[in-house]
């Protein structure tokens, strides 16, 4: 049975006030329990704020899952996968693990998705070829891409509402495009209205300035069923629906890509954490907090309507809105120090420049 626009409202009403209404008493256990984010050199807030609101987004899918979604091996095994990352996430929260324990428990929760609900991505057809994969290769770029989403997810989550609001529009926009292609009734889709739901009721206690920050346990959540979600969607599809839900991560895809050549650049552990990702970036121009996830929020929503107009066949746009939006990341590449350090580089062709004014006076 398709979903109706009413269905779908309410859907997305009911995780919507089931996570807004979580939250105020997920913050009181939080501060009962010590998980709290405080604030160094590397953070932007200036008090320490309660993490674990991931949880509120990870409540409010249970009550999504039991009222909306259908209840089979895949379900199960991504409630499983979800319970492993969620419960990793509230450990690194309360007491901050080290990079292996987290990687594993996110292995463990991929693993589970992969070969336990058979979810993955098998073939796909691109430019008139057909490319079928090998199960264990298939399963092998499954995980792969499993724990790629939950990292960039997890990286870019460094201001008040930035992740949840990323999030929120890659839900929003698969949801458009599934109702568009007439696709409203299958599991990915139903998630992707229940996400949706949760992760807004969350968000308005996260933007700036935020109450409380959805923590490991929200971030690495988001990222997990936003992998899934596309893995879904990418059963026997062509090439260019497998890139919609890539180009609408673009900015979490992209910032991740960034950071691990930085610090490889660098001579640095590519888990090691620094103050030069995108958003970083933005502040250092002098952007106001608000406005640099606004600023970030509108080229990510105009990467979700390149894909949205890509959807619907009309290439032309979407080519004008990609090749914009290829600009936009040329000058961050160019003109900041997302990559490279570019403060030296004036700093010298400052001191050329005084050298010269000198030796005319």
Not at 6 to 14: P, R, S
Not at 157 to 171: E, V, W
Request: aromatic share 12%.
């Amino acid at each position: 049975m398709t979903l109706t626009i009413n269905e779908i409202i309410k859907i997305v009403l009911i995780t919507f006030l089931c996570s807004a209404l979580l939250v105020p008493f997920i913050k009181k256990i939080a501060e009962y329990v010590g998980a709290l984010d405080m604030p160094n050199k590397r953070k932007v807030h200036k008090e320490p704020i309660p993490r674990l609101g991931g949880l509120a987004i990870f409540f409010s899918f249970l009550l999504g899952y039991m009222l909306f979604a259908k209840q089979n091996i895949e379900m199960l095994s991504i409630l499983i996968g979800s319970f492993v990352v969620v419960l990793t996430g509230i450990i690194d929260d309360i007491k901050p693990l080290q990079a292996k324990y987290k990687f594993a428990g996110q292995l463990i929760a991929a693993l589970i998705v992969v070969l336990y609900g058979g979810i993955s991505l098998n073939d796909i057809t691109a430019f008139g070829f057909y490319i079928s994969f090998t199960p264990i290769v298939a399963k092998i770029l499954s995980v792969i891409f499993i724990l790629g989403c939950i990292n960039c997810i997890n990286l870019i989550d460094g201001l008040d509402g930035l992740a949840s609001g990323i999030s929120s529009i890659y839900f929003l926009t698969i949801g458009i495009i599934a109702m568009l292609m007439g696709q409203s009734v299958s599991l990915d889709v139903s998630l992707t209205f229940i996400m949706l739901g949760a992760t807004l009721g969350f968000l308005i206690h996260n933007f700036y300035p935020a109450k409380i920050f959805m923590g490991d346990s929200g971030s690495m959540f988001l990222g997990f069923i936003i992998s899934v979600i596309a893995l879904l969607g990418f059963k026997n599809v062509t090439f260019t629906s497998f890139l919609v839900p890539l180009f609408v991560l673009a900015i979490p895809i992209l910032d991740t890509l960034f950071a691990i050549i930085r610090r490889i650049l660098k001579k640095q552990h590519i888990s090691e954490p620094d103050k030069n990702h995108l958003h970083h970036q933005f502040l250092n121009m002098r952007f106001s907090h608000r406005n640099t996830v606004l600023i970030i929020y509108l080229i990510d929503i105009l990467f979700a309507a390149a894909s949205i107009i890509y959807s619907l066949k009309d290439p032309l746009w979407g080519q004008i809105i990609y090749t914009v939006l290829l600009i936009i990341v040329v000058w961050l590449v160019t003109f900041t120090d997302i990559i490279t350090p570019k403060k030296p580089l004036k700093k010298g062709f400052e001191k050329i420049k005084s050298k010269i004014s000198k030796s005319k006076n």
